[in-house]
């Protein structure tokens, strides 16, 4: 291994570590029920996304020693593979990110349990990312089925996440609020616990903000549709039916501000992306190189932005002179597929792999690219990575970057070259995480 591989890796490592809710779960719930104060009688949790199973055993263990009168139970929704054990919440997995029947069921029995809360009850929310498709239950009218094609019609489109999430949101029974507004009716305290994978780090946004206020209305999810050309071609009539109602007010709007007046609701952000750049900026410090943060907000179609970091690598090279430089960046690529691609990949490969062709000019670049669930997009992977010695190694095959960006088969060009990150589940989820090493 490479000293520039190993770098890599081990940037990637600290992301995940500074992230991981076996640290930070306890740690928060210490601020939130100090000595003194902790939880007694019925303790809900529930929860949904891809780190919400490994927050549930976090939670156990913290409230084995630390809450001898509490009454545990609950119930929380993760990714098929993304399990972890717990003895009084049961861990559902379910389909992701298209949902389905499990995922329904789930959530189902979700907003069962919190409709039986009584006054004095603490509901606990394990929120991450993935927790939208997960917390699949829709209104009134509207099917599984309906919501199934209504997320695969906004994957294609290339909508970014954040608009797919208030299209979503404006769809569920418990997204937007409704399960604060659950809770809070029955009397209960809230308290949600959020690992944020998303652009901004907004409560309303996280898994599309089961217990926080939203300010998107019914008219922003149609019009987004609008803005993707998602018609009833493509959006089941449900759908569209239920959203036109809810902008001539048939329907109840997602929670509110002023619907939290006089309430015991908070929510909690406590692990981010920038957090995680941070980490990897400390420790690529300790290597020797100069790290930049260029931001956790960087979205677009992957393939611009591995040109345009390709652009910004040659600005830095002549900036800084003799210096080895470390870019480190977050936020959350598109990959728009035509019709008739199949693609291979995610967001994370496609990036590097654009980067990839477009740096083919700039001497002792490395770099690599994941998402930090440890899955990237449609493979096992969680990204790739590549270093002078895996570009050499793509000449002597004759592997040709544009072929494979063509494709959309950035998944098979890193495959061949050995060049995959495999973490398998992480187990959390702080969005992307890539990085550049430009050596002297």
């Known amino acids: 291994m490479s000293q520039q591989e190993t770098i890599l890796k081990n940037a990637f490592a600290a992301a995940l570590a500074v992230a991981d809710p076996k640290k930070i779960v306890p740690e928060y719930l210490a601020k939130i029920f100090p000595s003194g104060s902790e939880p007694t009688g019925r303790c809900l949790v529930v929860g949904a996304g891809k780190a919400s199973a490994s927050m549930a055993t976090a939670l156990e263990s913290h409230a084995k020693n630390h809450w001898p009168n509490a009454t545990l139970e609950g119930v929380v929704l993760t990714r098929y593979g993304h399990h972890s054990p717990t003895s009084h919440i049961q861990i559902i997995e379910a389909g992701h990110p298209v949902p389905d029947q499990a995922g329904m069921d789930g959530a189902q029995e979700i907003y069962r349990l919190v409709s039986e809360l009584n006054q004095g009850d603490i509901l606990i929310a394990l929120i991450s990312g993935g927790g939208s ?8 009218g509207i099917s599984i089925e309906d919501m199934r094609k209504t997320t695969e019609a906004l994957l294609r489109s290339g909508a970014p996440i954040e608009e797919m999430n208030v299209v979503r949101k404006h769809l569920s029974a418990i997204q937007g609020g409704n399960l604060a507004r659950l809770a809070i009716a029955r009397g209960a305290r809230v308290e949600a616990l959020l690992i944020s994978d998303v652009t901004g780090d907004a409560p309303s946004d996280i898994a599309s903000g089961p217990c926080a206020p939203d300010c998107s209305s019914y008219q922003d999810a149609l019009n987004i549709l609008d803005q993707h050309h998602l018609g009833s071609d493509s959006i089941p ?8 109602r809810g902008v001539t007010g048939e ?4 929670l509110k501000e002023a619907d939290l007046k006089n309430t015991a609701v908070s929510n909690h952000v406590i692990a981010t992306a920038y957090k995680s750049l941070e980490a990897a900026a400390a420790y690529v410090y300790a290597q020797g190189y100069e790290p930049v943060i260029l931001g956790d907000t960087i979205t677009g179609e992957a393939q611009d932005v591995g040109i345009e970091q390709a652009a910004l690598a040659r600005q830095y090279l002549l900036a800084k002179g003799s210096k080895s430089i470390a870019l480190i960046s977050g936020g959350e690529c598109t990959v728009t597929i035509p019709n008739g691609v199949k693609g291979r990949g995610g967001r994370c490969s496609e990036y590097l792999l654009s980067l990839f062709a477009a740096s083919a000019d700039i001497p002792n670049i490395s770099a690599l690219a994941a998402d930090t669930d440890g899955i990237d997009g449609s493979e096992k992977n969680a990204g790739a990575w590549f270093t002078p010695e895996i570009r050499q190694a793509a000449i002597t095959q004759d592997l040709i970057p544009s ?5 959309h088969d950035c998944y098979g060009f890193f495959a061949q070259l050995d060049a995959l990150v495999e973490t398998g589940p992480t187990l959390t989820n702080v969005n992307d995480f890539r990085i550049i090493l430009l050596d002297k």
């Open 133 to 140: 498709s997960l917390l699949t239950l829709p209104q009134a």
């Open 237 to 244: 009539l449900s759908v569209l039916s239920h959203l036109q």
């Open 251 to 254: 329907v109840p709007e997602t």
């Open 403 to 407: 072929q494979y960006l063509d494709l």
